[in-house]
């Protein structure tokens, strides 16, 4: 047993730095504006201001200390902690700045590097679907808010060093018990222990994602409509860009595996929409 317990300052120190290194964009939210921001597009300042202004009205701590800006493909981004003192960053789709039709099609979009014929049945249907009402957009700008409000960017920071440690401490005791893990189980321990910080990864961020939508859509009756409007968006924009149109569905919408699929959030926000007094709005 003493072989393991020498590892215990190894295992100490790399789940330390893991948990470091997980922190330091969240501490450093100008690390996640520099990996998502689009290089073509700043975000106007009208737009700051609105984000400030639906984070004041939800009573997001130190709204002033939000940075907005436009990020790379079609998904919204967060980051950061407005509490601390490099504040936190919300990062918003370029079709944030698209007012109508002709913005989609002077923006120069391309789909697998190749021009997107506007005049096209399926490029009406994507000039319909990427042009975001005020409504989805508030919902989304909230959905983000909520994040940062929540510490969600921090909520995840300990628990790959969690599953280090629980594993190296777990592979001590367990060939007392089981004598044929003395050699073989560290490995299978510590493979054991990454499957199961991959599956609460996966679980609690599927959580959290709709914790999001349900603050967003309770701040008005109006943001669980756009809520609603861009579920059902997604849903359609996902019917269309199957194999068969050659057009890869990962360029428009993020597959993060933590994301519940839209259907659910739809259903989930129908439902709320549905059973919740909004008198009070």
């Known amino acids: 047993m003493s072989r393991y317990e020498n590892m215990r300052k190894v295992v100490y120190l790399a789940a330390g730095a893991i948990a ?14 520099k990996s998502y921001e689009s290089p073509d597009a700043k975000a106007p300042e009208e737009l700051t201001t609105h984000v400030r202004r639906i984070a004041r009205a939800m009573h997001v701590r130190n709204p002033d200390r939000i940075e907005v800006f436009i990020s790379r493909g079609f998904s919204s981004v967060s980051g950061g902690c407005a509490l601390w003192p490099n504040g936190a960053v919300v990062g918003v789709p370029r079709t944030f700045l698209f007012r ?3 913005d989609i099609e002077r923006s120069g979009l391309r789909l697998q590097n190749e021009d997107i014929d506007w005049n096209s049945e399926i490029g009406q ?9 005020t409504q989805e957009m508030n919902f989304r700008i909230a959905h ?12 995840k ?25 003395v050699i073989t189980g560290f490995p299978l321990l510590f493979g054991a ?3 199961v910080y991959l599956q609460l990864s996966s679980a609690l961020g599927r959580w959290m994602e709709l914790r999001a939508d349900r603050w967003a859509a309770l701040c008005k009756k109006s943001y669980t409509e756009g809520g609603i409007d861009f579920m059902r968006k997604s849903i359609e924009l996902e019917s269309i860009l199957q194999p068969s149109t050659q057009i890869s569905i990962s360029q428009l919408i993020s597959s993060l595996s933590h994301h519940p699929d839209h259907q659910e959030r739809l259903d989930r926000l129908e439902k709320l929409l549905s059973i919740t007094n909004w008198d009070y709005n």
Do not use: M, Q, T, W
Not at 20 to 33: M, T
């Open 100 to 102: 109508n039709r002709n």
């Open 20 to 33: 470091a290194i997980n922190c330091v964009p969240h501490a450093f939210p100008a690390v996640i504006r």
């Open 125 to 133: 249907k994507l000039a319909h679907l990427l042009l975001p009402s």
């Open 157 to 181: 920071v300990p628990l790959a060093s969690a599953a280090l440690v629980a594993s190296y401490h777990i592979a001590l005791v367990a060939p007392r018990f089981l004598p044929r893990l």
């Open 144 to 155: 983000e808010l909520a994040h940062i409000e929540l510490f969600d960017p921090l909520v």
């Open 193 to 195: 222990g990454l499957f």
